[in-house]
């Protein structure tokens, strides 16, 4: 019974895939030096076979979900292509966002794992490093091409047959602002390949390596067998053609469109973003395999969270982007705000389109930005994304304060913050009637202010729906969108616009307020003792009571 | 006479030991949720006369059952007092949300609504300095706007853990203003860094102090009108006991303290067996559980969610409670007895998570249950006797037959080979378990081993440890009772800390490190000699956790006295669990901390010589199925007839009335002179 690939090897061979990118990321995570890993969980790893179809993945953050099939496989290409070939012992670095499939703070690290002197898998990880180098601290923010916003690191073998390259890691410490962390964080990304190395290697030992390999396109067709299946359980009303669109803005003040035409068929779905505005010069172009990463999210949401997540997957799935558009740009397009903020509206837009297939799934819109702040100032840059409000849902209302979408990252405590950096928070609350009414109210955002202790602290700000709002359904109204302002020591205010770098001196007060999330439902329709709830808690004020909910 | 009462949401444990005759007795009753100190009472009475009873140890769920929102038990109404600008870290927590693809995700209900969250004026820095002075006239204001309309303030002000003077003046000021009234602040509950968990940790203690306190002092009184003159104590999460006294300061300490019984457990036996590292694995009806015992002490983690859902073995981070206390780590998986195997939409088997509970429970059960549980794949395989718990419950093959026919059909492959699949899944599922709380921890499971209990553990343990190489299991026993005996074998445990924030190089950190641990000592000692532990009893061990300069994590090391050895320490661990270490980076000494231990007397469990080797007869044979060789006649045991000394050897089956061992070809068994069994392969 046991030695031939039954179902049940397959199945524990699944699970021992699943455990060990999760130890990976474990492990990773431990050893990592910056906050932005060890409390943002800002990373991912994964197993994939040595075609470099992706096994198996640790959930950690939904963006980098599917760019991580698609950077491996077009890392193993590049490779190819010089001509090199991956050794025992070697760790291949890349955060071309071209080949690795993010953006470029986003490093992919990548080791084979040879057992008996045979390839059986590689094993990958990709960690937000919080300063790449470029023109801002954080290295998000205004650039024309690629090469403004960071070092772009082309596939090198930062291990070489079990030896690191000191003098590269030193290459790339002169280019950041934060050297330390970059070094640590990467020595991090190493352990953890080694992790999952480690443990394959045993695997292999345990069940052979015919059974491995054999298992590896197993579990793929198992994905797909699984997704197909749940496609076809779907309701017949919710077949057809289904379009949506959406807008993001640009740092001049103009809408940038995302056009979704989304076909729901017998056992697969189809997203076309053909129509979708050309890539501009400005980092709001998201490289395909962020436009894979947000439609599948969105999916994988709406028609089963439990849906197993693989190349498999993608064989039920197809994403049409057209080269040259803000869904698949070509090179040296920019692409840091894709990653974080274009990619928060694609899967506002496959929600949208979802939400007419099927009604009683899909949320109103959710607050639909990152809300990205950078600041640093000389020595130091520590990198941000602030909680908004969620979508209210058919049933019940939007959450306050929270992480929605392709993100979900902790916040940094204010008390670390303050302890390493020159800044004083002022507030962190929720942000009164910013939640769409609606018979569900949309969740509030949140509103999050500091001080500068010292001159010339800069700060980016790269965030959306500022000039658009997180859109209602079923007669539910928007949410309040985006807002930010600097108040002077001198009491002057300046507004600022959702992607824009200032310096503030000491003294110098930011204040950010994110987005609510859509109502759902006619806000008339909502029962009088959650407006009196709302009222009470603070979380409406009695003008919005009036005039929004019907109420005397 | 020893008694340990488990209460939980439904059923109350209890196991009572008698020490005179080394019988120990386990039973189960109805929980009573309205008058909870009823229930105990006359579970207890109805087990043992109280005026002979020396100790009760006592774990309860009754907290983390009011703040789940359990009907009838409200928790009191709060006021949290904190920065202008600042009250809803609270509601905002770390701003995750507990599942990444469910759209319809929920977060738990903040303890303090919001309109109950004050912010007044008043700011500390980083460094302790003071920002802006607190005004007192506003503190004394809200004191008594709100006095008499809520019953506990809660004092949490941002930096408070370097310097608590505005939370001390503010406590004055409640007290003053609103005299009787109970307050609670951040900086003496949990005085570390970070604002939402030590606001957290204040909050749930505030919440559980007037229910616990009057539940706790209730019953104290019940029971010594009935005749009661012995301890009442309590298990706290970190698996050490506590006095009534002490457990009523921090609450929160053990609200959630059942799961850490099986680990102390295991803990007292492998310190008697000399086993440095020991794996426990307590498989019982709905779920399996893993923990580890390093050096005779179970590992701990330093913050937990109460309340908090499980998936796959890991918490999902934020549908809880958050409290920054020591928790023994004990890793729960869907896989018990009752748990139902299934093919997913992809044609995957699949186990758990599941369960058939009690009701109908397995299908072999024959209450009406139709889909194959991990319970009928082992009786179907030969594993499991066709009478359990004593000859009580009958086990029905044929129904289980059936119910695994319908699966074997979806995956292709005949019944038999169906059940084996089930349990190889199973297993996976439980492995994974264990090397959570190995691997993941950065210890190699292959150095440990494997303490198999519960009513299913010592079945499956064999398979287990093989996937784990792991090479010897022991089980212990009472292994359908082993966790509720852990009530029985704790001993006291305190656990104190201090943020220190200093550099290990910088020569005068030595000295501030030596002062805080110092402070800590004479509070662990004092602490102690209130519950009447004295210095011969008591056993304080002191460590730091510490970090590279800019790193944002920190491992725990020893401390002897030395820093410099300190750093040293912290040096070779960091490089034994991540692979790698910094020369020549700054080593930060965040916290120190002291923990106290009171050792107690413990139970005289049964012992006896070993007789030489002896071979017992088997009571019966049946087939049972193993991988390797398929089908063979196996022996069956009756564990009460082994003797210490016995040996057994594979195949074979060793049935009690709570739990059964299988022994594969190629193992065997011996019986220790505890009366433990350890399985070796060879």
Same mark, same amino acid.
């Given at each position: 019974m046991t030695g031939s690939l039954d179902a049940a090897t397959v199945e524990v061979i699944r699970n021992t895939a699943i455990s060990i990118s999760e130890e990976m990321g474990v492990a990773l995570r431990n050893a990592s030096f910056s906050p932005n890993i060890r409390?943002?969980?800002d990373y991912s790893c994964a197993i994939l076979d040595p075609g470099g179809n992706l096994v198996a993945q640790a959930e950690h953050i939904p963006v980098h979900l599917g760019s991580m099939s698609v950077g491996v496989k077009s890392l193993a290409e590049y490779l190819e292509s010089e001509g090199t070939s991956m050794e025992p012992g070697d760790v291949v670095l890349t955060n071309d966002p071209y080949i690795a499939g993010t953006h470029l703070n986003d490093v992919l690290a990548v080791k084979p794992v040879y057992y008996q002197g045979r390839l059986v898998a590689f094993v990958a990880n990709k960690a937000h490093h919080v300063d790449i180098g470029g023109a801002v601290p954080g290295s998000i923010? &205004? &650039?024309?091409?690629?090469r403004e916003e960071g070092l772009v690191i082309e596939p090198v073998k930062i291990v070489e047959r079990g030896r690191v390259r000191w003098d590269l890691v030193k290459l790339f410490e002169a280019n950041v602002r934060t050297p330390r962390y970059l070094r640590g964080d990467l020595m991090a990304q190493i352990a953890s390949l080694n992790v999952g190395e480690a443990r394959l290697r045993e695997a292999a030992g345990r069940h052979g390596v015919d059974t491995m390999l054999g298992a590896w396109p197993r579990l793929i067709d198992h994905a797909e067998r699984y997704a197909r299946a749940r496609i076809r359980e779907l309701?017949?009303?919710?077949r057809g053609f289904f379009e949506a669109r959406d807008y993001v803005e640009s740092s001049s003040g103009s809408l940038l469109e995302l056009r979704l035409r989304l076909a729901i068929r017998h056992d697969s779905v189809e997203a076309d973003y053909t129509g979708s505005s050309r890539q501009v010069e400005e980092p709001l172009n998201a490289v395909y395999g962020v436009t894979v990463a947000a439609t599948v999210f969105a999916l994988k949401s709406v028609i089963d969270p439990e849906m197993p997540m693989n190349q498999g997957f993608f064989r039920a799935v197809s994403i049409r982007a057209p080269e040259g558009t803000i869904v698949n740009p070509v090179k040296p397009a920019p692409v840091g705000g894709g990653n974080v903020e274009t990619s928060q509206r694609i899967a506002d837009v496959v929600l949208r389109a979802l939400a007419q297939a099927l009604p009683e799934r899909v949320p109103a819109a959710s607050c639909g930005t990152m809300s990205n702040v950078m600041v640093g100032g000389r020595g130091w840059a520590f990198y941000e994304t602030i909680a908004c409000g969620s979508g209210a849902r058919p049933g019940s209302d939007g959450v306050d304060g929270v992480h929605t979408n392709m993100t979900n990252t902790l916040n940094t405590p204010i008390e670390v913050i303050e302890k390493e950096y020159p800044i004083l928070f002022k507030s962190y609350e929720l942000r009164p009637d910013s939640g769409g009414p609606g018979e569900y109210r949309g969740g509030l955002g949140v509103v999050r202010s500091f001080t500068a202790l010292e001159d010339g602290v800069m700060v980016t700000i790269y965030a959306e729906r500022a000039l658009t709002r997180p859109w209602g359904l079923k007669g539910g109204r928007p949410g309040q969108g985006f807002t930010a302002k600097i108040i002077r020591s001198s009491g002057a205010v300046e507004k600022l616009h959702s992607k824009q770098t200032a310096t503030l001196n000491r003294g110098d007060t930011i204040v950010i307020e994110t987005p609510g999330g859509g109502g759902y439902g006619?806000?008339?329709?909502?029962?009088r003792e959650l407006v009196l709830r709302d009222l009470a808690e603070g979380k409406i004020t009695r003008e919005a009571a009036l005039q929004e909910y019907c109420t005397q | 006479m020893r008694v340990g009462v488990d209460v939980g949401g439904t059923f109350t444990d209890l196991v009572v030991f008698n020490e005179d005759s080394g019988d120990l007795r386990a039973l189960k009753v109805l929980s009573t949720p309205k008058e909870p100190w009823r229930g105990v009472l006359a579970a207890i009475m109805g087990a043992a006369e109280p005026s002979r009873v020396t100790i009760i140890v006592h774990a309860t769920t009754l907290g983390a059952n009011m703040l789940l929102g359990q009907a009838g038990l409200e928790p009191p109404s709060m006021l949290l007092l904190t920065n202008k600008g600042f009250r809803d870290v609270l509601e905002i927590g770390r701003q995750n949300r507990p599942e990444l693809y469910n759209l319809f995700f929920e977060k738990p209900k903040p303890l303090i609504p919001r309109e109950r969250r004050v912010g007044v004026r008043g700011r500390i820095g980083p460094r302790g300095e003071i920002i802006e002075g607190l005004d007192k006239d506003e503190i004394r204001e809200t004191a008594r706007k709100w006095c008499g309309h809520v019953k506990v303030f809660v004092v949490s002000f941002l930096n408070s853990h370097v310097n608590p003077v505005h939370e001390t003046e503010a406590e004055r000021l409640i007290r003053e203003a609103c005299p009787g009234s109970i307050v609670v602040t951040g900086s003496s509950v949990d005085p570390q860094e970070k604002e939402y968990e030590r606001t957290s940790t204040a909050v749930v203690n505030a919440a559980l102090k007037p229910l616990l306190s009057r539940y706790l002092e209730r019953l104290h009184l019940d029971l010594k009108r009935e005749g009661f003159r012995g301890s009442l104590l309590l298990m706290q999460s970190n698996g050490g006991i506590a006095s009534l006294g002490q457990a009523i300061e921090r609450p929160a300490a053990f609200i959630e303290s059942g799961p850490a019984a099986g680990a102390l457990a295991v803990s007292y036996f492998a310190r008697i067996h000399g086993v440095a590292r020991a794996l426990g694995f307590d498989m019982g009806g709905t779920t399996a559980k893993a923990s580890s015992i390093v050096g005779g002490e179970p590992l701990v983690v330093d913050e937990y969610e109460v309340g908090a859902r499980i998936h796959m073995g890991r918490v999902l981070r934020g549908s809880g409670y958050t409290v920054r206390y020591p928790h023994i780590d004990v890793v729960e998986v869907s896989a018990g007895g009752g748990t139902i195997a299934w093919v997913d939409p992809g044609g995957s088997l699949r186990v758990g998570p599941v369960s058939a509970g009690a009701d109908p429970g397995p299908a072999c059960y024959g209450r009406g249950g139709e889909k194959p549980t991990i319970t009928d794949a082992n009786l179907v395989l030969g594993r499991? @006797? !066709?009478?359990i718990a004593g000859g009580s419950i009958r086990l029905r093959r044929d129904l289980a037959l059936r119910a695994l026919k319908a699966l074997a059909e979806k995956i292709g492959v005949d019944v038999f080979e169906a059940a084996w699949s089930v349990v190889r899944v199973a297993n996976t599922v439980m492995a994974r378990a264990l090397k959570l709380v190995t691997f993941e921890r950065g210890h190699d499971a292959r150095e440990f081993k494997l303490y198999a209990f519960g009513g299913a553990g010592p079945m499956h343990a064999a398979e287990l440890a093989e996937e784990l190489g792991i090479s010897e299991i022991i089980v212990p026993p009472y292994p359908g009772v082993f966790s509720s005996l852990g009530l029985l074998l704790a001993d006291y445990r305190h656990d104190f800390y201090k943020a220190? !924030?200093?550099?290990?190089?910088? @020569?005068s950190t030595e000295e501030k490190v030596n002062k805080v641990i110092e402070e800590l000592s004479g509070k662990a000692v004092e602490t102690l000699r209130s519950e009447g532990i004295g210095m011969e009893r008591s056993r304080i061990v002191a460590a730091l956790d510490m970090r590279y300069e800019g790193q944002s994590h920190t491992l725990k090391v020893a401390y002897n006295g030395s820093l410099s050895e300190a750093a040293r320490r912290f040096e070779e661990l960091h490089e034994t669990r991540y692979g790698y270490r910094l020369p020549g980076e700054d080593v930060i000494v965040v916290n120190a901390r002291v923990t106290a231990f009171g050792v107690t007397g413990k139970p005289r469990l049964p012992r006896s010589k070993p007789a030489g080797p002896l071979h017992p007869r088997p009571s019966s044979r049946r087939e049972a199925f193993f991988p390797r060789d398929g089908w063979v006649p196996a022996l069956v045991y009756e564990r009460p007839k082994l003797r210490p000394g016995s040996l057994v050897t594979g195949p074979s089956i060793i049935e009690d009335s709570d739990s059964t061992i299988v022994i594969p070809p190629g193992h065997t068994a011996r019986v220790a002179e505890d009366y433990s069994i350890w399985v070796r392969r060879g």
């Open positions: 409390d943002r969980l923010g &205004a &650039a024309r091409e690629l309701p017949e009303s919710s006619e806000p008339c329709k909502r029962r | 499991l @006797p !066709e009478k220190v !924030e200093a550099s290990a190089t910088d @020569p």
